[in-house]
């Protein structure tokens, strides 16, 4: 089955402390990206990757890290999350076609973070 | 920078009726794609229907619809014959080119029985 597959789904973690949220997808796609998502504000990008070992911020980037060394695979990192990270996360991946007719997103199922 | 304004951060409409969620956007491009995403309680987002803007023709997906006027940067989303599956967080979006979709603040509609 075609999907994205992140990991965990929750996670409630302690000031300072790094960690990482997986993403995976079996899809070939080129586009991978991370968005969090916080009541009145949709859905914010923080990091996108146009393919293998090419990253680049999108709105909100402050706080994290990414890392794209294989095409399937785009974990986020928090090197020291921070109460304002408390969020809802999700990653998305997409071909990179010539024209936006193939720009079909599919999303992972989210991530919970609660930073206390 | 591109914009994408819900004003409607909630919405409720009776079983079997109809009800027209709102978007408007900003953007100096002139091809570019808008869409609705449909967000349950379990989060999924899930694609509801596409427009593409070269296209006059607004598009429709079973019980969905849009009214598209690319003039005055509109994307309203019309539900009809709701059902309480309907009940969830909508999202209107814009990609330009292959750069990153921009979302909404969304809008809650709740269906009540």
């Known amino acids: 089955e075609a999907q994205v597959t992140q990991n965990p789904r929750y996670l409630i973690t302690v000031t300072g402390k790094k960690l990482t949220v997986t993403c995976s997808q079996n899809m070939n796609h080129e586009y991978m990206s991370w968005y969090r998502q916080d009541p009145g504000l949709g859905l914010r990008q923080i990091y996108y990757s146009m393919n293998v070992e090419v990253t680049d911020k999108g709105d909100v980037p402050e706080g994290y890290k990414v890392s794209r060394k294989e095409k399937r695979n785009f974990p986020l990192i928090l090197e020291s999350p921070s109460p304002n990270q408390t969020s809802l996360y999700f990653c998305?991946?997409?071909?990179?076609?010539?024209?936006?007719?193939?720009?079909?997103?599919?999303f992972g199922s989210g991530t919970r973070l609660t930073v206390v | 920078a591109q914009t994408v304004t819900q004003s409607q951060p909630e919405m409720s409409v009776q079983e079997a009726e109809t009800v027209t969620l709102s978007c408007t956007y900003d953007?100096?491009?002139?091809?570019?794609?808008l869409f609705w995403y449909k967000q349950p309680p379990s989060r999924q987002m899930i694609l509801v229907i596409r427009q593409e803007a070269y296209k006059q023709q607004n598009a429709t997906e079973n019980r969905f619809s849009v009214n598209f006027q690319k003039a005055a940067k509109s994307f309203s989303l019309k539900i009809s014959d709701s059902q309480l599956g309907d009940a969830a967080m909508y999202f209107c979006a814009y990609i330009y080119a292959g750069n990153m979709l921009t979302f909404g603040g969304g809008t809650r509609l709740m269906v009540k029985p």
């Open positions: 953007t100096s491009e002139s091809d570019y794609y």
């Open positions: 998305a991946s997409s071909f990179r076609g010539p024209t936006p007719s193939n720009y079909g997103y599919t």
